[in-house]
């Protein structure tokens, strides 16, 4: 056995750059803001050394923003989205600049006719799962989900946090799902493990955003030669939080080259860097398309509103993706997502609910109201009446929010 998790970490001064960076997080928007040039810049000039194009993958605000503001600093990277997954307001930004809107990933090929099918959502949820809680947490129920014997280990420290020797024989490692989630979805290793957890009567998956999103870019991006822009932040938290503490801005890594120029940024920063992008696309909005928008910011945000005391904020959704996306949901206060669905697009929001998926055991339909029942999220009755069994953000302690 080689070196462990914590002794690399160790090597490689994991601690200091993760300090160092947490450091870069609370200065002012203005170093900020020049500090995200000086990276974008740095990183296109590496890319340029080593015969490397660099594209800027958008979806939602963040990306938006991100987009423009390379453009403003001279930076004239390529756009590509996954537009069709995005809210039809989202759709009409990405169109007016100009974006490479790609498709989903190949699912097969006729061996005859050459034909391409491509993934659907509905069949990526009734094939691996629903997208639920996080990522990470998702990745987590799957193993559980699906037991071999070489994923044995990483399922036993999902259960009780042991990580054994590559892991540096932790005892109560982050890999543990939080207690609440166990709870639910832990039954699959109760003979395993000699616990006495529930078992849902549906499938958990994080594969939507690979096949749907990641996959599609990643194809493009080879085929073009080209490495991406990102608009990620660290203040999102989750394993992103610690990838981009621990590698920086900018990552020339052997299998992965990324530039996240807005690893240090906050909701705050980001927001006030909208307003300002905004104002810079009214003035070079013919440089994208012949499509005049009267604002950057797609309608499902709402306005850029500040309060009394300073704070800037969207005044409709905070975050956006996927329309049938689950991840985060038991964070958020109702109207939901998928209450916010049901008042745009009563139809949508019904297939969603009762029908996307079939039961393999019965052959009835359900949907996503089965997930939201089985984690406690309010969805069927109206927003405005009492919404019982709806987790408040408020009322989760750090080790759930740290979670998922």
């Given at each position: 056995m080689g070196?462990?998790?914590?002794?690399?970490?160790?090597?490689?001064?994991?601690?200091?750059?993760?300090?160092?960076?947490?450091?870069?997080?609370?200065?002012?928007?203005?170093?900020?803001?020049?500090?995200?040039?000086?990276?974008?810049?740095?990183?296109?000039?590496?890319?340029?050394?080593?015969?490397?194009?660099?594209?800027c993958s958008v979806g939602g605000l963040?990306?938006?923003?991100?987009?423009?503001?390379?453009?403003?600093?001279?930076?004239?990277?390529?756009?590509?989205?996954?537009?069709?997954?995005?809210?039809?307001?989202?759709?009409?930004?990405?169109?007016?600049?100009?974006?490479?809107?790609?498709?989903?990933?190949?699912?097969?090929v006729d061996p005859v006719t050459g034909v391409k099918t491509r993934w659907a959502k509905p069949q990526i949820i009734q094939e691996f799962g629903f997208p639920v809680l996080s990522k990470e947490v998702a990745a987590k129920i799957e193993l559980l989900q699906n037991p071999t014997e070489k994923n044995a280990t990483v399922r036993h420290a999902i259960i009780t946090g042991e990580t054994g020797e590559y892991g540096g024989w932790q005892t109560d490692s982050r890999m543990k799902l939080a207690q609440q989630w166990l709870d639910l979805f832990g039954g699959y290793e109760n003979e395993a493990e000699h616990v006495n957890y529930q078992t849902p009567n549906f499938k958990v998956s994080s594969r939507c955003c690979y096949y749907l999103k990641e996959k599609p870019c990643d194809d493009w991006a080879k085929e073009h030669n080209s490495v991406p822009y990102l608009g990620l932040m660290s203040s999102e938290g989750g394993r992103r939080a610690k990838s981009l503490r621990l590698h920086g801005c900018n990552y020339f890594g052997k299998s992965t080259i990324r530039s996240a120029p807005f690893a240090i940024f906050n909701r705050q920063d980001l927001l006030t860097l909208a307003l300002e992008?905004?104002?810079w696309y009214q003035e070079h909005w013919k440089k994208f398309s012949d499509i005049h928008l009267e604002t950057i910011v797609p309608a499902i945000y709402g306005e850029i509103a500040k309060d009394d005391d300073g704070t800037l904020r969207t005044t409709k959704a905070?975050?956006?993706?996927?329309?049938?996306?689950?991840?985060?949901?038991?964070?958020?206060?109702?109207?939901?997502?998928?209450?916010m669905m049901r008042e745009r697009n009563p139809k949508e929001w019904e297939y969603w609910m009762y029908k996307c998926c079939t039961d393999p055991q019965t052959?009835?339909?359900?949907?996503?109201?089965?997930?939201?029942?089985?984690i406690g999220v309010g969805w069927e009755n109206a927003p405005d009446t009492d919404c019982v069994g709806q987790i408040s953000f408020m009322d989760m302690d750090a080790e759930q929010i740290r979670a998922g």
């Open positions: 070196e462990s998790v914590l002794e690399r970490m160790k090597r490689e001064g994991a601690d200091k750059k993760i300090a160092d960076f947490m450091v870069k997080e609370k200065q002012p928007y203005s170093f900020k803001k020049r500090y995200a040039a000086i990276r974008a810049k740095e990183f296109a000039a590496e890319c340029d050394k080593r015969g490397l194009n660099y594209h963040d990306s938006i923003t991100l987009f423009l503001f390379l453009h403003s600093i001279g930076i004239y990277a390529d756009g590509i989205s996954v537009s069709y997954l995005e809210d039809r307001s989202i759709q009409q930004v990405h169109h007016a600049l100009g974006l490479e809107c790609l498709q989903s990933a190949v699912r097969s992008m905004d104002a905070q975050r956006t993706g996927c329309s049938m996306c689950g991840f985060g949901i038991q964070m958020e206060q109702r109207p939901h997502r998928f209450d052959g009835d339909k359900y949907g996503w109201g089965r997930v939201l029942d089985y």
